[in-house]
């Protein structure tokens, strides 16, 4: 904004734009500069992708260790190079099923299923925060065979210690660090070199730069591919390039492992040859045609209520103040995934509008006198509305 005051151009000095930021340089709206050479010219690091569907369908579970990443970590850690390994999920088991029928054992203020926790012998909901004992029998059936799903951080950091007895492996997450002296700390001990292996969530995604990381390890790449929001191709390839850059070496020796079944996911590809042009032109006509920004702007309106009806109606109440001029703009109310959080249910109004900035400036200030009026009514003073633009 105060770049367009000023007529000055913004330099988006960052190689994983955003789909609508680099829309926006395209058109004219900032100014683009294309900064291909890396900082220091660090050469940008080989990307393999690991196959796990026959691996998984012999074990009939997710793959942790492949032998391929395995045999590169043997060779690394003999180089006395260091490996940085990324699981986007913490805990030890995100969730048991009951191996008989299904059950789940799920938050009693949320409706998400619990992780369970070995250092605390705790099942933990990641939402609201609440403990609950380990459950040893269904509480549908009475059955005690858990099968275990998928890992998280605490099960990697485990498994790679016993895989690799010799080296000094660390976990860096919500759990194990606590405040910014434990974040300084381990990062210390990595650039040092106590430590050959870091194991870690989002949080050791940024801004780190280790000089003796030879190999980074993705583990599940197809927990980052598949979401239902439309920023997830986005995303996971954010995501992805920004761990891969942890294996960026001014020697051009830095390698990525990338573990996944769904390797002919284009995304992947993209990642492969460090494409963010090749992403941005397989997702604008997808954009386009579902009419998702940078061709729209959407505004989610989330009511959250103790009392699922009184939500649901107050979306609705809402909806119809504005369906008179915004009608053919509004979806819902619907539920969302996850339709519980901290005791309170939650309904969502999703308002896809034109790039028309008088529309949408006209819209939000309907929003706001609709939210007014909805809030004067008894009834529906306790609901909260949450309103969002851009965000799914
Ligand atoms: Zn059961
Ligand atoms: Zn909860």
């Known amino acids: 904004y105060y770049a367009s005051l000023h007529q000055a ?18 058109t004219g709206k900032y100014g683009l500069v294309t900064l291909s050479e890396r900082y220091a010219d660090v050469a940008l690091p080989a990307i393999e992708m690991v196959d796990t569907r026959m691996l998984a369908k012999e074990h ?37 099923v009951c191996g008989v029928c299904g059950w789940v054992p799920q938050c009693r203020h949320c409706s998400v299923s619990l992780t369970y926790h070995k250092s605390t012998n705790k099942l933990s909901c990641h939402y609201c925060g609440t403990h609950y004992p380990v459950v040893q029998t269904c509480q ?28 000094k492996v660390a976990r860096m997450d919500y759990d194990s660090v606590k405040g910014k002296y434990d974040h300084d700390n381990l990062i210390q001990q990595f650039e040092q070199q106590k430590l050959d292996i870091l194991v870690g969530t989002q949080m ?47 020697d051009g020796l830095g390698k990525v492992m990338i573990q996944v079944s769904d390797v002919q996911h284009p995304v992947l590809q993209f990642v492969r040859n460090h494409d963010f042009k090749a992403l941005y032109d397989f997702e604008l006509p997808n954009r386009q045609l579902f009419q998702y920004p ?24 809402v909806m119809k103040g504005l369906a008179a001029n915004y009608g053919t703009f509004i979806q819902g109310p619907a539920q969302p995934v996850i339709n519980r959080i901290r005791n309170e249910y939650l309904w969502e109004v999703l308002i896809k509008l034109p790039r028309n900035t008088k529309l949408i400036a006209q819209c ?29």
């Open 9 to 26: 151009k913004v330099v988006l000095g960052s190689a994983t734009p955003s789909i609508e930021s680099y829309y926006n340089a395209l």
């Open 60 to 96: 009939k579970a997710k793959v942790l260790l492949s032998p391929a990443l395995h045999e590169a970590i043997t060779q690394t850690l003999a180089a006395h190079k260091q490996v940085i390994i990324f699981q986007n999920r913490r805990g030890y088991t995100p969730y048991q």
């Open 140 to 167: 549908a059936c009475g059955s005690s065979a858990f099968v275990e799903k998928n890992f998280g951080t605490e099960r990697v950091e485990e498994a790679f210690a016993e895989a690799f007895p010799h080296a």
């Open 204 to 250: 050791l995604v940024k801004g780190l730069d280790f000089a003796h990381v030879q190999l980074v390890g993705v583990l599940d790449a197809d927990g980052l591919l598949h979401f239902s929001d439309f920023r997830v191709n986005e995303r996971a390839y954010q995501l992805l390039e920004q761990v891969s850059g942890r294996a960026g070496r001014k």
């Open 294 to 317: 940078p061709f729209s702007r959407v505004i989610k309106l989330t009511f959250r209520h103790k009392q699922s009806h009184i939500a649901e109606d107050a979306a609705h109440w």
């Open 364 to 392: 939000k200030q309907a929003i706001r006198q609709q939210i007014q009026i909805l809030q004067s009514d008894k009834t529906y003073r306790s609901v909260h509305v949450i309103p969002d633009v851009d965000v799914i």
